[in-house]
């Protein structure tokens, strides 16, 4: 039966050490890290993460300022106000919430986070670098990073390993790639148009799953001793309760678990590792803007 990698427990540990560094960085500079937050529009799964991550500002300590703006903002008001929270010293990091309402094209609006503010990691540049060897990105996006954390303190080594990254979202699945590739795994990208993806699946060392399709790996697609990070986020009817659903991952967790090495939960995997590492980016953002 695969370990289980608790990602709650250990993100609870790194918003711990966030927690303890704000502090720190509070008294010996009289300012908390700040966070400004950029929600446009009326999403109200957008609207829940914003609240979520301006919670947990809160709870460890940094200064979040939220700025919610109707689905009608252009453009250029958009650009405007991070252009604006850019020259703010009381803002350390800015992260822009998408997906941006269908007019407003994201990467000109991403594009004018100032690198040594982009706590989100989504300006061009810093997902450029993150494919160019020895040019580092100022801040690598949240969830890959959390991936690679949650490997990392299981204690599962990287380099030399067979990774198999199922997706290849901006966000998600490029990323963690080049995340994976950077500490010396031998990566192989899937998607859509992969043909014999069982295949390809069946020869990972460590598999990570992000498309979006409920229980979509079962146990006939790993080898034994896998190591499966779950990234999926996906809600499925369930009459047992209350809501009339519940959360499961793109892995078929029951399925897959006796065969794994070593298996990510949904809920309880990934997703608490995304706010940590937006946590743990932005202390870093403070601490780099008052030269520390
Ligand atoms: P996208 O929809 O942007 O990308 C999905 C990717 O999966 C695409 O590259 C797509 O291929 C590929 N794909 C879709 N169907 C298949 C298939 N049948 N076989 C192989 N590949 C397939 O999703 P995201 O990357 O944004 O998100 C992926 C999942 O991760 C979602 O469940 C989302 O909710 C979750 N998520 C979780 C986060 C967290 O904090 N834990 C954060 C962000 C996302 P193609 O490119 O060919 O279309």
């Known amino acids: 039966?695969?370990?289980?990698?608790?990602?709650?427990?250990?993100?609870?540990?790194?918003?711990?050490?966030?927690?303890?560094?704000?502090?720190?960085?509070?008294?010996?500079?009289?300012?908390?890290p700040g966070l400004a937050t950029v929600l446009i529009g009326d999403n109200?799964?957008?609207?829940?993460?914003?609240?979520?991550?301006?919670?947990?500002?809160?709870?460890?300590?940094?200064?979040?300022?939220?700025?919610?703006?109707?689905?009608?903002?252009?453009?250029?008001?958009?650009?405007?106000?991070?252009?604006?929270l850019a020259g703010r010293p009381d803002?350390?990091?800015?992260?822009?919430?998408?997906?941006?309402?269908?007019?407003i094209n994201d990467q000109v609006v991403l594009a004018a986070v100032p690198l040594e503010k982009d706590v989100d990691g989504f300006h061009p540049s810093n997902m450029g670098r993150l494919g160019l060897k020895g040019r580092e990105?100022?801040?690598?996006?949240?969830?890959?990073?959390?991936?690679?954390?949650?490997?990392d303190r299981s204690?599962?080594?990287?380099?030399?390993?067979?990774?198999?990254?199922?997706?290849?979202?901006?966000?998600?699945?490029?990323p963690v790639a080049l995340m994976l590739l950077a500490r010396d795994a031998t990566v192989t990208v899937c998607h859509s148009k992969?043909?014999?993806l069982a295949g390809v699946t069946r020869q990972a060392d460590i598999l990570i799953a992000a498309i979006g399709k409920p229980r979509f790996v079962t146990a006939d697609?790993?080898?034994?001793?896998?190591?499966?990070?779950?990234v999926g986020i996906n809600r499925v009817p369930d009459s047992t309760r209350k809501s009339g659903?519940?959360?499961?991952?793109?892995?078929?967790?029951?399925?897959?678990?006796?065969?794994?090495?070593?298996?990510?939960?949904?809920p309880g995997g990934v997703g608490p590792m995304t706010i940590a590492m937006l946590m743990q980016n932005t202390l870093i953002a403070a601490r780099r803007l008052v030269g520390e």
């Open 137 to 151: 990105p100022s801040f690598a996006p949240c969830t890959p990073k959390g991936c690679i954390e949650l490997l």
């Open 245 to 266: 659903s519940r959360l499961v991952g793109d892995v078929d967790y029951e399925g897959v678990s006796p065969v794994a090495g070593a298996i990510t939960p949904v």
């Open 91 to 103: 803002v350390h990091g800015i992260l822009v919430q998408l997906p941006l309402p269908a007019h």
């Open 1 to 32: 039966m695969a370990h289980i990698i608790d990602g709650a427990a250990i993100a609870a540990a790194i918003r711990d050490e966030v927690k303890a560094d704000v502090a720190r960085f509070r008294e010996a500079h009289g300012i908390a």
């Open 44 to 84: 109200p799964a957008s609207a829940a993460y914003v609240r979520n991550k301006r919670k947990t500002c809160e709870e460890l300590g940094l200064t979040s300022f939220g700025y919610e703006l109707p689905a009608t903002t252009t453009q250029e008001e958009a650009v405007a106000l991070v252009r604006e």
């Open 221 to 230: 697609m790993v080898k034994p001793g896998c190591i499966v990070i779950d």
């Open 155 to 174: 204690g599962i080594p990287i380099a030399g390993k067979r990774a198999v990254v199922l997706g290849r979202s901006a966000i998600v699945g490029l």
């Open 194 to 196: 992969t043909s014999d």
